[in-house]
């Protein structure tokens, strides 16, 4: 298995435009996890999903982010507009709910908001 | 979930044994004891976990405390690629749903010296 596979890799744009950051779990894992990076506050748990169906969005900053898991191969993060301060890497884990429940991450996105 | 205590940074000579502490004092009886690792531009890794019984694989060993408060990751022959920062984190085993999440704090630093 490839693993968990996050695009783009790097992202820069300008404060106001539209942010999609994509992933594709491992197949056959029924969690799908959203995190956030940044110096300032360390690695931050965004949102979660369980068989494509979100569980827990607590994480999201604000309404500006937003999540989506059209089928299980597949989910997104939206910012919409975006701003300087989201600027982060941002990650993409999956797992199974069998044995220790460890959780495989991607390479990350690294964005930059300017 | 418990909290856990780490040193923020921790040196180790390479081929040598590096030992990273991990104190969780109120740890309750259904929390396991997980470890990841993030080497620098990368996702976070998986090591190990364990709930009260010392815990070996290909990657480290884990030692557990009989009153399970503390912890230590043992990398038996630390190299230059170790280099990275180390995470401890409790939590319950199984579905994130009835867990929580997996919260990660400031980590050690392990730097791996030639």
Redesign the interface.
């Known amino acids: 298995d490839a693993g968990v596979i996050q695009s783009p890799r790097h992202e820069v744009t300008e404060m106001g435009q539209e942010v999609t950051l994509r992933c594709k779990p491992i197949s056959g894992h029924d969690y799908l996890f959203w995190y956030r990076q940044t110096m300032m506050r360390g690695l931050e748990l965004l949102i979660y999903f369980n068989n494509n169906v979100p569980i827990d969005d607590s994480g999201m900053p604000e309404d500006r982010f937003s999540a989506k898991m059209p089928n299980a191969s597949f989910s997104t993060l939206k910012i919409q507009p975006s701003e300087p301060r989201d600027s982060a890497v941002y990650f993409c884990a999956s797992s199974r709910i069998a044995g220790g429940n460890e959780q495989f991450f991607g390479p990350g996105t690294r964005l930059t908001v300017l | 979930d418990a909290k856990t205590t780490q040193p923020p940074s921790m040196d180790c000579a390479e081929g040598r044994a590096a030992n990273l502490p991990c104190n969780h004092s109120t740890i309750s009886g259904n929390e396991?004891v997980?470890w990841y690792r993030?080497i620098h531009?990368?996702?976070?890794?998986?090591i190990i976990?364990g709930l009260k019984n010392n815990e070996t694989n290909e990657m480290a060993s884990l030692i557990i405390t009989e009153d399970r408060k503390s912890s230590t990751l043992i990398l038996p022959h630390a190299t230059l690629r170790d280099t990275a920062v180390y995470y401890c984190i409790v939590r319950v085993?199984?579905?994130?749903?009835n867990?929580g999440?997996?919260?990660?704090?400031?980590g050690t630093t392990l730097q791996v010296k030639p």
């Open positions: 396991y997980y993030q531009s990368q996702g976070p890794q998986y976990h085993a199984g579905s994130p749903s867990t999440k997996l919260i990660f704090g400031q």
